[in-house]
């Protein structure tokens, strides 16, 4: 059989009409859009063209900004040092309020202010593995500048209540910002129903090119620009635009949005087929109410089967899955979600992560079934501990 990919939170293939959407800008208008000739004037219908899809999937207004950048640790970064220098430096509001749900960018950024005598509080997840508005409420302060929260969490896949902690802040009059990478072509995202104010993204998690992501800022969010130099993105991200990533990854959140109903559907039936087989094994935990997930993630512990064991396993057998964020796929931290909803310590270290994709088949879901069960069997017979 071909290999078969369940790693979609990690990246994902490039749909093929996104690529072919890509395909003429990078030997036939190939120009600067910033240049005055025509080679750069052709392009820009088609950048003007992958705006209006990215402004229309996440229901943004027209007097909202979306910055085109690199990825999504650039538009977290963008956040959180651009809070720095705009509010926390000059003002009295000197702290910030995230979670320890957050991926790395996020995190390290908020480390990186730390030393920088920025006060930050990382709140734990409940039993559930939810961070929850009145957690949020109670921490917010008025020398509280910014608070960020994930919409989806990337190991889990839990759904974060994004719209009620963006209405807590809206109400104490401090800025929300959302990380929304998991969350793209997964659920619904509407910026006019839910008020963050700032909201990042990144192509290749939603079948788009590697390299390319976006900031969205509410208007009247101010941001000074992480990357200084020339006045691309009206000087709010400098550096020559990347054509083909930008027109790709517009077209990819158009059908990702058009696929939210197949996702929900066919994919979440996949995934809840497999997590039922997974279910029959004996000591096993699956993170987090199904319905409170994104449609293609399980995140399952199987007691006495380390979680490299088994991706080295089904990798044998030609299935890619992951212990979790492959930005910290090395680190053998037990995983603070697991520790979060009280997995004991050897648990927190057996985490597997599948996440599907609208490119999934029935086919590739039952062989890795059969694998899964008989991977199980064996390691568990080399465990000492079970
Ligand atoms: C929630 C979340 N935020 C930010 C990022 C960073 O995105 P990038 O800058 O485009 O790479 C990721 C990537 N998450 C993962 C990358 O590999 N496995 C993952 O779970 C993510 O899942």
Known sequence: MERIYLDNNATTIVDPTVREAMDPFYCHMYGNPNSLHSFGIEVRPYLHQAMEQ??????????????????ATEGNNTVIMGMYFSLLKETRKKRIVTTQLEHPCIREACRF?????????????????????????????????????????????????????????????????TDAVQAIGKVKVDMQDVP?????????????????????????????????????????????????GMVGMGKAMEIAVESLEYENT???????????????IDDVLVVGDRDLRTPNTVYVSIRGVEGEAMIWDLNQNGIAASTGSACASESLEASPILTAIGADKELAHTGVRFSLSRFTTEKEIDFTIEVVKKAVVRLRQLSTSY
Request: aromatic residues 6%; hydrophobic residues 40%; contains cysteine.
């Open 54 to 71: 990215m402004y229309a999937a996440i229901n943004a207004g027209d007097e909202d900004d979306i910055i085109i950048n690199s990825c």
């Open 113 to 177: 202010l730390e030393t920088q005598g920025v006060k930050v509080t990382y709140l734990a997840p409940d039993r559930q593995g939810l961070i929850t508005p009145e957690m949020v409420k109670e921490v917010i302060s008025d020398k509280t500048a910014l608070v960020s929260v994930m919409w989806a969490n990337n190991e889990t896949g839990l759904i974060l209540p994004i719209k009620e902690i963006a209405e807590v802040c809206k109400e104490k009059g401090v800025y929300f910002h």
């Open 196 to 244: 963050a104010d700032f909201l990042t993204f990144s192509a290749h998690k939603f079948h788009g090119p590697k390299g390319a992501g976006g900031l969205y800022v509410r208007k009247g969010g101010m941001l000074p620009p992480l990357l200084h130099g020339g006045e691309q993105m009206g000087g709010h991200r400098a550096g020559t635009v990347d054509v083909p």
């Open 266 to 280: 066919h994919v979440r039936r996949l995934r809840d087929k497999f997590e039922d087989a997974l279910m029959q």
